[in-house]
């Protein structure tokens, strides 16, 4: 395991107080230079500007972390840095664009849809649809998860673009779950759907082309 330590300082100053945003005080991500490890944790918050948390890396290379928090006095915000894991690399896995928007995770089989067309620079629907894979019946018992119906983040493939996707409110409990986002600008994007279901997070990984 190695320990992640995080410093909010604001003109070299410590930053003490944050907002609790979507139930947590700081959002950790983590993703791999080649997208294969995604990881979204909640550092504990020490004092003094200070989270800490401790993280078991899968392999030496290049880690892009992303840090959402929102301080008391202050705007939510999303700091972004690469980091270098000192241990045996693994070989990169490229970064395959899906020929069909449907995965099972768990025995879930989950449908993504994009409406209106996936265009850059267009205010996006992605709706991900839940069925139990041995049933084929609807999923329709999600639990909320940080606050909402599920959380979904999405990375450019070289990294350098983060997206932080917001739910629809006043959502139910599936089997539909809405998200509403803007793609910056054409290329490939990773997005990984997490919801909760029977107590356990689960995450739903898809690759795509943005034209």
Do not use: C
Request: cysteine-free; overall charge negative; proline content about 6%.
């Amino acid at each position: 395991m190695i320990i992640i330590r995080l410093h909010i300082t604001n003109n070299d100053e410590p930053i003490h107080d944050f907002e609790v945003n979507h139930e947590k005080l700081l959002h950790l991500i983590i993703v791999s230079k080649d997208l294969s490890y995604f990881n979204h944790v909640h550092p504990e918050y020490k004092g003094n500007g200070v989270f800490e948390i401790e993280n078991e890396f899968p392999a030496g290379g290049a880690y892009r972390m992303v840090a959402d928090f929102k301080p008391s006095d202050g705007s939510s915000m999303s700091k972004m840095e690469w980091i270098h894991v000192e241990r045996k690399n693994s070989q990169p896995a490229a970064v395959a664009v899906d020929n069909h928007l449907e995965k099972s995770v768990d025995g879930k089989k989950v449908v993504l849809s994009v409406d209106p067309q996936l265009e850059a620079g267009k205010e996006l629907t992605l709706k991900f649809t839940l069925t139990d894979e041995n049933t084929n019946q609807p999923i329709s018992d999600l639990e909320p998860y940080l606050g909402s119906i599920g959380h979904v983040v999405v990375f450019s493939k070289d990294g350098e673009r983060y997206l932080h996707v917001h739910a629809v409110e006043d959502q139910g409990s599936g089997p539909e779950a809405v998200f509403e986002t803007t793609f910056p600008e054409s290329g490939v994007y990773k997005i990984w759907g997490q919801f909760q279901k029977d107590g356990e997070v689960f995450t739903v990984p898809f690759v795509i082309q943005v034209p």
